[in-house]
């Protein structure tokens, strides 16, 4: 299941980054992507639109997009919250 | 040339008349409340800024009605307004010297849109009705108000977002400039608490949860608000040869573009504008004594905004009330310019600081005097007024007592 989640986030990363899903890793920085925090908004949409998933208040994404550096972190929470939307 | 503006008008979520507008900028009352127009439930954003105990047909004929959105009709109030406020007898001889330029932010008859797509798409009712149209275009406010008046000079809409009726006001001292037109009835209308357009909002993740609280910690976003503002402007020489009452002069303005991003703004571009309505108005920085910021209550415009101020004001920076009236009335979008511009007239007229309300604490990253909570007494002979939209689009005006 996180492998498929993997490459569905890897697909949208490089599309809103303008970029070969090849650059994508899990290591990389998401500023690396080149990624402004417009460009994560727009992450956002697509993960709530490819995950039928939903980003909680505004308050809370601040507070985990803070601690949000790497690919590694926001797959992270989409594997959370596509485990919390199935548990539910 | 001077300009002098002789006519004020607004219909806004903390007063339907420029007196109540005064009252309430001076007692910061809060016109942000839980939205009432559609239900708000399943929405992050549940709070809005609405006009109160309105109704449409105290104001229209039903047939009247037929063929105006909200957001028309909102334009007209206070256009109505405004060209009594200015004693302003429009007849056959002066109207084609009379210009409106009169703006939205938006599609302009957002309620009207919405209503028709979900009867034809949601509900398959194929018949539109034939005024749609009409009520839908973004000039139909400028059309409706010289339709109403009778005013028959240059008449059309800017659109640049959050600035377009700033923008209206210096086009509109630009016509006068021009020698296009001897008066000019020049602001902007919104209507635009609608679901699909609360979401549009939401889903750049910059709107509130509750109020809307500029330069403060914690502050959660733009609230949306609607409502109409509409100044009177005509030249000095004009205003004193009919006996007008001159509430302020426009002393200048200034346009700039950031040519960055279509949504993060730009210390640059705000500075520009800001510089150049300083230098047209021949004015130096300590010579400003308030400032109506466009404050919007992102995490984005305020640092973005007080830097831009600290860069042109420098050391007089710290002696200047800086305040956003959006705390109180929500973000108008595109009337936002011209109900703010008369918030700020207000202030120089009555010496007084309006707040910005529900100001919380300080930021760090945003360090001017906000005027928080509570209005100040403050004797302005100047004052500007900054209106940044969506796009990198700035104007600030810069308004003085006449006679300063």
Redesign the interface.
Known sequence: MSNTNQAQLFEILATVAETDVSKVSPEIELTDLGLSSIDVTEVMFEIEEAFLVEFPDQEDITQRFDGLKTVDDLLTIVNTLVSEKEGG | MRIAITGLGTISSIGNNQETLLESLKEGRCGIAETSLFNPQEF?AKTSAEVKNYNPEDYFTIKQLVALDRFAQFAIISAREAVQDAKLTITPENAPRIAVIHSTGTVGGQTTQEHNYQRFYEQGIPRVHPMTVAKIMPSASASQISIELGAKGPVFGTASACASSAHAIAMGSLLLQSGLADVVIAGGAEATITPGFIRSWE???V?S?DFCRPFSQKR??VVIGEGAGTLVLETLEHAEARNAPIHAECLGFGMSADAT????PDVDGAMRSMQMALDQAKLQPDQIQYINAHGTGT??NDPTETQAIRQVFGAAADNIAVSSTKSMLGHTLGAAGAVEAIATIQAIKHDFAPPTISFLAPDPLCDLDYVPNKARSLKIDYALSNSFGFGGLNVALVFGKHNA
């Open positions: 992050r889903a750049m993740r709107v949860q959660g976003g991003s279509i949504l993060q995490a984005q």
